[in-house]
């Protein structure tokens, strides 16, 4: 199959569902408001690109290459960024709805998820060093032998984070989050004094 090469190229409100998109390299391109619901992103490399307001839940993410990328006000149910190329791999969201992805085992230092739903998302094994969670919402995010040395999580709500078992070293929280690092102790925290 031709593979495709795009450069600064606008993809506007395209359903990419009964045509996916073709398989090759997209360059500083601009994707706003498309729909790749259940596309396969496999081996697409995509550099200093924007998706915005677009629909990605479910697409399969087999050795697809992410590097500098944002996300803005996307739809990403259950995407499995693991299986990721890790080469580079570099991303921002704000306000995407990530619920049910996994992070498992990558490498995203200096990440930023602002005002982004978090719910369900795997963190397990993830380097987040110097990440930023801006106003995220991260019920039942799951943080298991996860690297959050300096990250900063003081605006973000719901989350649940057994600090014996992650790597915190220098984490930012709120004092209003406290009781999400105390959750396994199974203790009452009396917010009125």
């Known amino acids: 199959m031709e593979q495709a090469f795009e450069y600064n190229k606008t993809f506007n409100k395209k359903n990419f569902k009964d045509s996916p998109l073709q398989p090759g390299e997209y360059e500083n391109c601009t994707f706003s408001n498309c729909d790749f619901s259940n596309n396969d992103f496999s081996g697409i490399k995509f550099i200093e690109c924007v998706f915005s307001g677009s629909n990605l839940s479910l697409v399969k993410l087999t050795r697809t290459t992410f590097r500098d990328i944002r996300f803005s006000g996307c739809k990403m149910l259950g995407l499995v960024f693991d299986h990721c190329?890790?080469?580079?791999?570099?991303?921002?969201?704000?306000?995407?709805?990530?619920?049910?992805?996994?992070?498992?085992?990558?490498?995203?230092?200096k990440t930023v998820f602002r005002n982004s739903q978090l719910q369900d998302a795997d963190f397990t094994e993830c380097d987040l060093t110097s990440s930023v969670f801006d106003r995220c919402d991260l019920l039942k995010a799951k943080f298991e032998k996860t690297i959050i040395e300096k990250a900063d999580f003081t605006t973000s709500i719901n989350y649940s984070i057994d600090l014996e078992i992650n790597r915190h070293k220098k984490a930012k929280f709120s004092f209003s989050g406290i009781a999400g690092l105390l959750n396994k102790y199974d203790i009452e925290i009396d917010r009125a004094s």
């Open 85 to 109: 190329n890790d080469f580079g791999l570099s991303f921002s969201f704000d306000h995407c709805i990530l619920k049910h992805s996994s992070f498992y085992r990558i490498k995203i230092k």
